[in-house]
């Protein structure tokens, strides 16, 4: 990386260097990379952190395509995951935590689903008399996101 980053959801050059790490390594057979492993990642933190389509990523970075097949490989392997708990791990040790999370808070929250989200995966809440979906999260002691869990509003 040249120590430069182009936006914002840019990862500096101390992080890159542990995401590197989780990373698998490159394939030694067939055709070369054509793009960075850098600007890859640097393009599928940019839509995940601007909550842009795929199809809408920026010019100067990889096409669409190449990026979002990436994303896919990557959360396949569960590359994904470890990258998340290892960064998260490192906030904890640099808060004085430990690295792995010894309490946690959960909340719910039900939401109004959209006319476009298929009915099937969706439930009507009496209590709240909404027609959705509920989310549940699950954070540390320092705010940081464990686990994530969708289901239908009537669940």
């Not at 182009?6 to 394939?27: C, F, H, K, N, T």
Request: charged fraction near 25%.
């Amino acid at each position: 990386m040249d120590g430069a980053r182009r936006y914002p959801s840019g990862l500096a050059d101390a992080l890159w260097e542990i995401v590197e790490r989780v990373l698998p390594l490159p394939r030694c057979m067939g055709r070369p990379e054509k793009h960075s492993r850098c600007v890859v990642i640097d393009a599928i933190l940019y839509v995940l952190r601007t909550r842009c389509s795929w199809r809408y990523l920026l010019g100067d970075f990889p096409s669409w395509q190449t990026v979002c097949g990436h994303f896919g490989r990557l959360d396949e392997r569960g590359v994904v995951d470890r990258m998340v708990a290892e960064l998260c791990g490192r906030v904890g040790l640099a808060r004085g935590r430990v690295s792995e999370p010894t309490a946690g808070v959960i909340d719910s929250q039900g939401v109004r689903a959209a006319d476009i989200v298929p009915a099937g995966s969706c439930g009507y809440d009496a209590g709240k008399e909404i027609n959705g979906r509920r989310r549940f999260v699950v954070t540390d002691s320092l705010g940081l996101v464990v686990v994530v869990w969708v289901v239908a509003a009537c669940w």
